[in-house]
């Protein structure tokens, strides 16, 4: 093998010498190992275990030794803080050498020239590289942790960089096993929820940072689309009760290594563990912003693993929004709490749960949100912290009990509980829209776009709720922007296909409801798609579709309002009001929407309508 030259520097991997402009540069023995493999193979992702099988045969450590050592490398090679010349992280998977190397074959020695030795000379300065050699070899270890822990304090003192935005990405799932991925899923989501307590720098929603999982897509652009200035990578490993989690927090403009660090204890003690990585990456945020070191988090009760763990699985259901999904993350909670009566997370899961069940239509609203009140508030009573408590009471106070100024007063102890909870944003708008509010809600809505841009929730809601507001070119553009995030979106296409509508664009409209309706068949994708047959003229289908609907009503919920909206449609004013009643005595959740749903306008002019809307006793 012979040398390699990259830059100013030329490495030798016979001597086991790394040199700049020709001097050699003292560098501890790991470090040296790391650049090797890294060097031999340039231009290729080296994935983490193999690093750490080559570079430690024989020994068991773990990503801490191999964070921390990258990190050293770094330093030695002085990578520049602009860009990463030498070493690029690949999110997730490993590291890429990507300097343009060349490689010098070494002089064959039997055809040198013999040269006259005249005596036992000493190369001068030999013996003092030498001996600085050794001391690197013992000390630089020692001085390349204490800098990993120190650059970050020193680079925030000294104005270097400025952090007011982060994204925590999936973490690894060292396990091995897809079926233990809810176990890391989990706690990345736990790991966002607390550093987003802090409120000091916006922190990115779980549903936009899901997204890079398992992708192996460069952190500088994931930065970039997701617009923030660091993130945080990281693994977890669990074996039997005991758990580890490790963590680096990478800045992203320039990119460049921060903090590192390993958690260890016992999964009983998860929760604490989560509150001591968020609070330390927290602490070197806060501090440069607020020149004091914030409050350790109080002691987390400990956890029984499997009450967790029921927990975690009923996040993920929660999060696919499916009905069926939702149904199972109602069983896992309920299991998490009649294994433990007092944890009040699982509370607050059953409650959004509800809440979400109510606001789809999915169950009558005389059972999901007092359902969701309930279990909102028993959470307060054992949590009077927990920002997302607040915002599931909000959301049945003013979907149910049609209590705004207490939806109101909830929503904002929610916000100032969680500045960056997404939920309470995103539902505070959906309030502001029942009330009339439109423009405050698209307000909120951008907020909770800020923090989770690549929601399809997030992103349909506020395409509607432009459409709400009769912004109908802005609707359309933000409903694009969500078929752009997911082509297959029921959401995407029913934003898109009632924008068009407003603006009597049925010829484009209703292949983007029949899209909808048919790639996520509900009575309420039904319902939009026979408003648009029977404002456009097609008579025949609307009443095909209002056909579908009175049949399903009679097995299942069916919403009084969808029925309603296809009568408001076909102009027949005395039914769609007929219906209208029945959807205000039974509170269903889209009653809220009546001040401004664009779909109503046909009933305006009745008189019928402002009795109604006054009996909502909206505020002026």
Same mark, same amino acid.
């Given at each position: 093998?012979?040398?390699?030259?990259?830059?100013?520097?030329?490495?030798?991997?016979?001597?086991?010498?790394?040199?700049?402009?020709g001097e050699p540069i003292p560098t501890a023995g790991k470090t040296l190992d790391m650049l090797l493999v890294l060097v031999e193979n340039r231009g290729r992702l080296v994935d983490k275990d193999e690093l750490l099988s080559r570079v430690w045969a024989g020994s068991?450590?773990?990503?801490?030794?191999?964070?921390?050592?990258?990190?050293?490398?770094?330093?030695?090679?002085?990578?520049?803080?602009?860009?990463?010349?030498?070493?690029?992280?690949?999110?997730?998977?490993?590291?890429?050498?990507?300097?343009?190397?060349?490689?010098?074959?070494?002089?064959?020695?039997?055809?040198?020239?013999?040269?006259?030795?005249?005596?036992?000379?000493?190369?001068?300065?030999?013996?003092?590289?030498?001996?600085?050699?050794?001391?690197?070899?013992?000390?630089?270890?020692?001085?390349?942790?204490?800098?990993?822990?120190?650059?970050?304090?020193?680079?925030?003192?000294?104005?270097?960089?400025?952090?007011?935005?982060?994204?925590?990405?999936?973490?690894?799932?060292?396990?091995?096993?897809?079926?233990?991925?809810?176990?890391?899923?989990g706690m990345t989501e736990e790991l966002i929820t607390e550093l987003a307590k802090t409120g000091s720098f916006r922190v990115i929603s779980r549903t936009s940072v899901m997204r890079y999982k398992k992708t192996g897509r460069p952190l500088s652009d994931i930065a970039?689309?997701?617009?923030?200035?660091?993130?945080?990578?990281?693994?977890?490993?669990?074996?039997?009760?005991?758990?580890?989690?490790?963590?680096?927090?990478?800045?992203?403009?320039?990119?460049?290594?921060?903090?590192?660090?390993?958690?260890?204890?016992?999964?009983?003690?998860?929760?604490?563990?989560?509150?001591?990585?968020?609070?330390?990456?927290?602490?070197?945020?806060?501090?440069?912003?607020?020149?004091?070191?914030?409050?350790?988090?109080?002691?987390?009760?400990?956890?029984?693993?499997e009450t967790y763990e029921d927990y975690l699985r009923g996040r993920h259901f929660l999060a696919q929004r499916s009905s069926e999904a939702m149904n199972k993350a109602v069983e896992y909670f309920r299991r998490a709490i009649q294994r433990d009566a007092q944890y009040?997370?699982?509370?607050?899961?059953?409650?959004?749960?509800?809440?979400?069940?109510?606001?789809?239509?999915?169950?009558?609203?005389?059972?999901?949100?007092?359902?969701?009140?309930?279990?909102?508030?028993?959470?307060?009573?054992?949590?009077?912290?927990?920002?997302?408590?607040?915002?599931?009471?909000?959301?049945?106070?003013?979907?149910?009990?049609?209590?705004?100024?207490? #939806?109101?007063?909830?929503?904002?102890?929610? &916000?100032? /509980? +969680? $500045? =960056? *909870?997404?939920?309470?944003?995103?539902?505070? !708008?959906?309030?502001?829209?029942?009330?009339?509010?439109?423009?405050?809600?698209?307000?909120?809505?951008?907020?909770?776009?800020?923090?989770?841009?690549?929601?399809?929730?997030?992103?349909?809601?506020?395409?509607?709720?432009?459409?709400?507001?009769?912004?109908?070119?802005? #609707?359309?553009?933000?409903?694009?922007?969500? &078929?752009? /995030? +997911? $082509? =297959? *979106?029921?959401?995407?296409?029913?934003?898109? !296909?009632?924008?068009?509508?407003?603006?009597?664009?049925?010829?484009?409209?209703?292949?983007?409801?029949?899209?909808?309706?048919?790639?996520?068949?509900?009575?309420?994708?039904?319902?939009?798609?026979?408003?648009?047959?029977?404002?456009?003229?097609?008579?025949?289908?609307?009443?095909?579709?209002?056909?579908?609907?009175?049949?399903?009503?009679?097995?299942?919920?069916?919403?009084?309002?969808?029925?309603?909206?296809?009568?408001?449609?076909?102009?027949?004013?005395?039914?769609?009001?007929?219906?209208?009643?029945?959807?205000?005595?039974?509170?269903?959740?889209?009653?809220?929407?009546?001040?401004?749903?664009?779909?109503?306008?046909?009933?305006?002019?009745?008189?019928?309508?402002?009795?109604?809307?006054?009996?909502?006793?909206?505020?002026?």
């Amino acid at each position: 093998m012979g040398r390699f030259k990259f830059g100013p520097f030329e490495l030798d991997p016979e001597a086991r010498v790394l040199r700049r402009d020709g001097e050699p540069i003292p560098t501890a023995g790991k470090t040296l190992d790391m650049l090797l493999v890294l060097v031999e193979n340039r231009g290729r992702l080296v994935d983490k275990d193999e690093l750490l099988s080559r570079v430690w045969a024989g020994s068991v450590v773990d990503e801490a030794n191999l964070t921390q050592t990258i990190f050293a490398l770094r330093k030695v090679l002085g990578d520049s803080p602009r860009d990463h010349r030498y070493i690029a992280t690949i999110s997730g998977r490993g590291y890429q050498f990507v300097a343009a190397t060349t490689e010098i074959t070494s002089p064959d020695v039997t055809q040198m020239p013999l040269v006259e030795v005249r005596g036992p000379r000493r190369p001068r300065g030999a013996l003092a590289w030498a001996l600085v050699a050794v001391i690197g070899v013992l000390v630089l270890p020692a001085v390349s942790y204490l800098v990993w822990h120190l650059t970050f304090g020193h680079g925030l003192a000294g104005g270097q960089f400025h952090i007011g935005s982060i994204a925590v990405l999936p973490l690894t799932n060292l396990a091995g096993e897809d079926r233990e991925d809810y176990l890391a899923d989990g706690m990345t989501e736990e790991l966002i929820t607390e550093l987003a307590k802090t409120g000091s720098f916006r922190v990115i929603s779980r549903t936009s940072v899901m997204r890079y999982k398992k992708t192996g897509r460069p952190l500088s652009d994931i930065a970039r689309e997701l617009n923030v200035d660091a993130l945080v990578e990281g693994a977890v490993r669990r074996s039997g009760d005991r758990i580890r989690i490790t963590v680096q927090l990478v800045g992203t403009s320039p990119e460049h290594d921060i903090w590192a660090d390993a958690y260890e204890g016992d999964i009983r003690d998860v929760l604490s563990l989560e509150r001591d990585v968020a609070h330390d990456i927290g602490s070197k945020i806060q501090t440069k912003l607020t020149g004091r070191q914030p409050a350790r988090p109080r002691a987390s009760r400990r956890l029984d693993p499997e009450t967790y763990e029921d927990y975690l699985r009923g996040r993920h259901f929660l999060a696919q929004r499916s009905s069926e999904a939702m149904n199972k993350a109602v069983e896992y909670f309920r299991r998490a709490i009649q294994r433990d009566a007092q944890y009040a997370q699982a509370y607050v899961g059953l409650a959004e749960t509800y809440d979400l069940l109510g606001m789809y239509e999915l169950l009558p609203a005389s059972v999901s949100f007092p359902k969701a009140k309930e279990f909102a508030s028993r959470a307060l009573r054992l949590d009077s912290t927990l920002s997302e408590a607040y915002t599931a009471l909000a959301s049945a106070e003013s979907f149910w009990n049609l209590d705004w100024a207490a #939806a109101d007063r909830d929503f904002q102890r929610a &916000i100032a /509980l +969680d $500045p =960056n *909870s997404v939920i309470a944003y995103h539902w505070y !708008g959906e309030h502001l829209v029942s009330i009339g509010k439109a423009e405050r809600a698209i307000t909120e809505l951008k907020r909770a776009h800020e923090l989770d841009p690549l929601s399809i929730p997030v992103n349909g809601a506020l395409g509607r709720i432009y459409r709400d507001a009769r912004r109908y070119e802005e #609707a359309i553009q933000q409903c694009k922007k969500t &078929i752009e /995030l +997911d $082509p =297959n *979106s029921a959401m995407g296409h029913r934003c898109l !296909g009632q924008a068009y509508v407003g603006q009597l664009r049925y010829s484009e409209a209703i292949p983007e409801l029949e899209l909808a309706s048919a790639a996520g068949p509900s009575p309420l994708l039904l319902s939009e798609l026979g408003y648009a047959y029977a404002s456009s003229g097609n008579t025949a289908k609307a009443r095909v579709a209002l056909q579908k609907l009175m049949s399903k009503a009679r097995s299942a919920y069916v919403a009084a309002y969808l029925i309603a909206e296809i009568y408001a449609g076909l102009g027949e004013k005395d039914e769609a009001f007929r219906w209208l009643e029945k959807a205000y005595r039974e509170r269903d959740a889209q009653i809220g929407y009546l001040a401004l749903d664009p779909e109503m306008d046909p009933l305006r002019s009745d008189p019928r309508f402002p009795s109604l809307i006054q009996r909502l006793k909206l505020p002026p």
